[in-house]
C-alpha cells in the first residue's frame, strides 16, 4: 500500500497509509491529513489512488503544491517523490515497504536515502 510521510514538526514524522481512494490535506480538521499553517489552504489537496497509480491535484490553492521543486496542477507520483505544501515537507513511498519513525526521519533528511534503504531491503544472492 502506497504511503505518504509527513514531516509534523522538526525531527517528527507520521506515517499516512494511503489506503482510502481519496486522501485529503488541508489545514481544515474535516481533512485526512491536517497541516496547521497560515500557508496551507483549508482545502489544499487530494491524492487519489486509481488504477494502481497515486496522482495528487491542487486544489487552486493560494500558495500551490509542489513535487520535487516544480509547482503542480495534477501529476501522477513516483517512488521518492518529494511534496512541499505551505511549509510542510512530505515523501511519497509506492511500495509496500514498512518504515521505522526513525528510517522515515531519515527518509525526509538526508538525501539519497530512500535508494539507500530499497539496497538494504532487497535480498542479495545466495
Request: with cysteine; aromatic share 4%; charged share 25%.
Amino acid at each position: 500500500m502506497p504511503k505518504l510521510i509527513v514531516m509534523t514538526h522538526p525531527g517528527k514524522t507520521k506515517l499516512v497509509p494511503l489506503a482510502a481512494a481519496d486522501t485529503r490535506i488541508g489545514r481544515a480538521n474535516s481533512n485526512d491529513v491536517v497541516i496547521d499553517s497560515d500557508r496551507v489552504s483549508r482545502f489544499h489537496a487530494t491524492l487519489t489512488v486509481e488504477s494502481g497509480a497515486v496522482w495528487i491535484r491542487d486544489l487552486d490553492s493560494s500558495n500551490g503544491t509542489f513535487v520535487n521543486g516544480h509547482r503542480i496542477t495534477s501529476r501522477a507520483l513516483s517512488n521518492g517523490d518529494t511534496i512541499l505544501i505551505g511549509d510542510c515537507q512530505m515523501r511519497f513511498l509506492a511500495g509496500e515497504q514498512n518504515v521505522t519513525p526513525a528510517e522515515a526521519l531519515r527518509l525526509m533528511t538526508i538525501p539519497g536515502a530512500l535508494m539507500d534503504l530499497d539496497k538494504l531491503r532487497k535480498p542479495g544472492p545466495r
